[in-house]
């Protein structure tokens, strides 16, 4: 059972637009979610989180957005550039008894920046 | 600089031959994992560690073994490796402060 879901695979965006990429997850318990960001031959590197208290987080070219209701959150890059070519991994979150952060990520989302 | 190095970088062996895969952080974080990726899976928690001796299974921990004799090093064994757990593996760790994670081994069962 997936908790978390990228439904696009890939995704291709013109320099200097804007890219959309979405995140939905099933479990309502989670309560802080993280954007990560993976370049080949690398591991994930961790870009932007949101917790469950807010519904915007923005960090530069990069926002997050939460709906709590429809159990959803996006990220927004604008502007799109180059280097922002890589995957990105939406991940979640829910304390449990001992205050561990068991992360759950999604499957991925192939972004494609075209000069 | 502060990091989590994973040796070795690739690995090919055969079904059966004991592995080890070794992590190491020197962020003196309590918290420690172990994810592996494949597609269109994403990253799947294997184990996890919160402190030294103290380690938990995570989503698809069959067929794996880890210690935490020290609060650096985290290291993933394979008993018996077998073709299905060829894929991309990650170690991660993390102290007040969101995951950090190595640059990966990918391993291949034949």
């Known amino acids: 059972d997936q908790q978390v879901k990228q439904n696009s695979p890939s995704l291709s965006v013109q320099e200097g637009r804007i890219s959309i990429l979405n995140c939905d997850y099933t479990n309502s318990m989670f309560d802080y979610f993280l954007w990560y960001k993976k370049y080949p031959a690398e591991g994930p590197t961790f870009l932007i989180s949101?917790?469950?208290?807010?519904d915007k987080n923005e960090d530069g070219r990069f926002t997050v957005f939460l709906n709590k209701s429809a159990k959803h959150l996006s990220l927004h890059i604008v502007p799109s550039q180059p280097g922002d070519s890589a995957v990105y991994f939406c991940a979640a979150s829910a304390r449990g008894i001992q205050g561990a952060q068991k992360l759950v990520f999604g499957q991925g989302t192939r972004l494609t920046i075209n000069p | 600089e502060a990091q989590v190095t994973q040796n070795p970088r690739y690995l090919i062996t055969v079904t059966g031959k004991k592995l080890t895969v070794t992590c190491s952080q020197n962020?003196?974080?309590?918290?420690m994992s172990w994810y592996r990726q494949d597609p269109g899976l994403g990253l799947r928690q294997i184990y996890y560690?919160?402190?030294?001796?103290?380690?938990d299974k995570g989503d698809v921990p069959e067929g794996y073994k880890v210690s935490r004799k020290e609060k650096r090093n985290f290291p993933l064994i394979l008993e018996s490796p077998s073709p299905n757990q060829t894929s991309l593996y990650f170690c991660?760790?993390?102290?007040?402060?969101?995951?950090?994670f190595g640059n990966g081994t990918r391993l291949t069962v034949t």
């Open positions: 560690s919160m402190n030294v001796e103290v380690t």
């Open positions: 991660a760790s993390r102290g007040n402060s969101p995951l950090h």
């Open positions: 949101i917790s469950s208290i807010k």
């Open positions: 962020m003196n974080h309590e918290y």
